[in-house]
């Protein structure tokens, strides 16, 4: 149509002198362009001199097939000192700071502008897990404290409601475990997962939070009836159907791991699958237990206890945990296998901040896995993978660099290809 305007001058001069006065009329093609979302987001963490914090960087990327060095001249630091995981919804990046017990929300054009477009305060959970969207309107993220689940909006990015559970809680109980005397101290919601009518919630009973000791030996799942939560509603306790344990494994969730990772994935038939890394604290010895996979099959409220999958065995062996659960289909994940010969045993968190993993990719339905990569990286740190056809853009962190590597799930074979100034979290947004 623009272009009969073009070609009858007249017609032409009164089209524009409305387009000039109009109010509603379209922006052109060029504001679009700039006010367009992007097609990836990068996060780069980078260390603050105490060694505790971190600023996060925010940029847009227009193709992961690039070369060289992205840096952080261009991106903006939104948050200067904390720690966060980073996550898409509907094309917009959601910054988790646990540390600010705070959620931003933020709009990253592909011209590579950031605008942050709302927050909120969640101090009420203490340390946040993971934000689980549902759609546009609704939102969860559970914490620490106050046992009970958050609900937000992530398109007002107000708080709208929660979910009670403390007719289910369990602090303040003698476990006895891994000690005689040792009692739930603290309770948390690591992360949360849908898969039909059921919302399916990590919990994780911890006796010390500083040094991450546990308090009971199994992976505990509270069940969620969604049919049955009023996302404007305080209370929700009747949607609470059961907390349901297996000592099979131990517990389950990523707390904001690897910048943002989940530890809980359904396959596509609707089947929960859940990793159960016991990793934080470095427990493995205190558990006994390996790294493992249990599962609940799709609309059942209780484990499959006819599925188990040792991922330590399948691997390295057993005694190697087993950290990230980066799902890509057909029942296939990568995740990152723990060399504990790496360690540094000067440093008691070398398990989380040092160079020790090595990425493989494990079979669900066969019970099987394949290294990819013989470099060890910072699995902890940097774990978000991008899935794009039959190529897969996977973190690496050594002491000395970082950058994403291209490899091919066919053939598993890899090419590196940037490097980036900071801990990469990498994802789509489209």
């Not at 592909?110 to 689980?132: M, P, R």
């Not at 039909?196 to 199994?218: C, E, R, V």
């Amino acid at each position: 149509m623009k272009n009969n305007l073009i070609s009858k001058i007249g017609v032409f001069v009164v089209s524009y002198l409305l387009i000039s006065c109009g109010n509603d009329d379209p922006t052109p093609d060029i504001d679009r362009d700039k006010d367009k979302l992007a097609k990836y987001a990068l996060i780069t963490r980078v260390a603050n001199a105490d060694q505790q914090t971190a600023a996060f960087y925010l940029q847009s990327l227009s193709s992961l097939e690039i070369s060289g060095t992205v840096d952080n001249r261009d991106a903006e630091e939104v948050v200067p000192a904390s720690g966060v995981g980073a996550y898409s919804h509907d094309g917009y990046v959601y910054i988790n700071d646990y540390v600010g017990s705070r959620i931003q929300k933020w709009k990253l054009t592909a011209a590579n502008k950031a605008t942050l477009l709302g927050s909120v305060n969640v101090t009420e959970l203490g340390y946040q897990g993971n934000i689980l969207f549902k759609d546009t309107e609704t939102a969860f993220v559970g914490g620490t404290s106050q046992s009970s689940i958050v609900i937000f909006n992530p398109t007002t990015m107000q708080k709208t409601g929660k979910i009670d559970f403390s007719a289910w809680s369990r602090l303040n109980e003698v476990t006895g475990f891994p000690a005689t005397g040792t009692a739930i101290n603290i309770e948390s919601v690591t992360e949360l997962l849908i898969s039909g009518k059921y919302m399916y919630a990590a919990l994780n009973y911890i006796n010390d939070f500083a040094s991450y000791t546990p308090a009971t030996s199994a992976c505990a799942i509270m069940v969620i009836d969604l049919e049955k939560v009023n996302v404007n509603s305080n209370d929700n306790s009747e949607a609470v159907l059961s907390i349901i344990s297996d000592e099979r494994a131990s517990f389950a969730g990523s707390w904001n791991s690897g910048g943002g990772s989940y530890f809980m994935q359904k396959d596509e038939n609707g089947d929960v699958y859940i990793l159960c890394h016991n990793l934080w604290g470095n427990q493995r010895a205190t558990f006994g237990k390996p790294a493992a996979i249990l599962r609940i099959k799709s609309g059942m409220t209780e484990f499959d206890t006819g599925y188990y999958f040792d991922l330590e065995s399948a691997s390295k062996g057993n005694g190697n945990p087993v950290l990230n659960f980066e799902y890509y289909g057909n029942g296939k994940f990568l995740a990152a296998v723990q060399d504990p010969n790496a360690i540094n045993p000067e440093n008691p968190w070398s398990y989380y901040l040092d160079p020790i993993f090595q990425w493989w990719s494990f079979d669900l339905y066969s019970k099987s896995a394949e290294r990819v990569s013989s470099q060890l990286t910072k699995g902890a740190l940097s774990a978000r993978c991008v899935f794009e056809g039959n190529n897969a853009y996977v973190p690496f962190e050594t002491n000395e660099e970082s950058y994403i590597m291209k490899i091919n799930l066919g053939s598993m074979t890899s090419s590196k290809t940037f490097s980036t100034n900071g801990s990469p979290v990498l994802m789509g947004l489209e």
